[in-house]
């Protein structure tokens, strides 16, 4: 599974979800194809930067938000700020 596979489908997973939470995501990854993870300084499995890169690029003109205190994205709120990051 490349990059642009992965980021392709988290789209469809959280299409179908309408959250799609990091963890659960790095681990179907990491199962798949271990260099689209990696264990970040918390010691916890994240998201390799070329997923996320592609990810982004993917969703760039639709309305997903990353909630940092949910660690998951999600779909745009009404009441979410400008920007992809979210509290």
């Given at each position: 599974m490349t990059p642009q596979e992965a980021a392709q489908w988290m789209?469809?997973?959280?299409?179908?979800?309408?959250?799609?939470?990091?963890?659960?995501?790095?681990?179907y990854l990491t199962r798949k194809t271990k260099s689209l993870t990696y264990q970040n300084n918390n010691g916890n499995l994240a998201i390799s930067k070329p997923v996320l890169?592609?990810?982004?690029?993917?969703?760039?003109?639709s309305d997903v938000v990353w909630s940092r205190s949910e660690r998951h994205w999600r779909f745009r709120k009404k009441y979410d700020r400008p920007g992809r990051m979210q509290d």
């Open positions: 789209l469809i997973e959280l299409t179908k979800r309408k959250v799609l939470n990091q963890e659960n995501a790095a681990w890169v592609a990810f982004n690029k993917l969703t760039k003109t």
